[in-house]
Structure formats: structure tokens, C-alpha cells
């Protein structure tokens, strides 16, 4: 029922810029987030957001680079990513919950993924 499918993802060169999009079908959540996994690395947080426009959360890492949004009418969930470093380079996967969370383990729905590779 519930699907989440992400788009965008590609080859860039560092300083480029890319804009990540999740589909959601068969439901709304509480939180939306993307979290990513580089090669050799654990699947870490990116960004999330509350459904609403409130309440938005950032890793350290992409803090002032990337900027998270959702489109309620077309159920989608957007990453604007700027500023893009080599050390970006990661699967992209985005994800839905019912709790504000850092943590890949308290998410419910997961999409497969979609990979940025940032060239220096």
C-alpha cells in the first residue's frame, strides 16, 4: 500500500547542485526524512520534517547546503542539495514515520534509494 519512490539522483561535479524527490502513495505521515548510506559507511540522517511546515531538522554535515520541503497537494517530499562535496557521495533513501527521529530504526517506510556520486 504505502510506496515511496525517489528521483533525481545523478553525477555531479563538486559545487554543483541536485534536487532529490520522494513520491509517496497510500498515505501521510508524521515525519518525512532522507537519510543516505556511502560505500563502506551505516545509513546516516540527512534531513526530516514534519508533514506541516514546522519543525525541520538537519545533520551538522549539510546544515546551510541542503534544504528540505513537501508538496502536500502532490505528496512529495523534496531534497535541494547545494553546495554538493565529493564526500556526498552516497545512496539517498528517504523515509516515513510516525515520531520526530535521527534514527534510521525508528522509520517505517522506506524508499530503495537513489544515488548522488559528486566528482571532484
Request: net charge positive; glycine share 12%.
Amino acid at each position: 500500500q504505502v510506496q515511496l519512490v525517489e528521483s533525481g539522483g545523478g553525477l555531479v561535479q563538486a559545487g554543483g547542485s541536485l534536487r532529490l524527490a520522494c513520491a509517496v502513495s497510500g498515505g501521510t505521515f508524521l515525519t518525512y526524512g532522507w537519510f543516505r548510506q556511502a560505500p563502506g559507511k551505516e545509513r546516516e540522517f540527512v534531513a526530516s520534517r514534519r508533514r506541516s511546515n514546522t519543525g525541520t531538522y538537519y545533520a551538522d554535515s549539510v546544515k546551510g547546503r541542503f534544504t528540505i520541503s513537501r508538496d502536500s497537494a502532490k505528496n512529495t517530499v523534496y531534497l535541494q542539495m547545494n553546495s554538493l562535496k565529493p564526500e556526498d557521495t552516497a545512496v539517498y533513501y528517504c523515509a516515513a514515520g510516525a515520531v520526530v527521529t535521527r534514527q534510521p530504526n525508528d522509520m517505517l517506510y522506506w524508499g530503495k534509494g537513489t544515488l548522488v556520486t559528486v566528482s571532484s
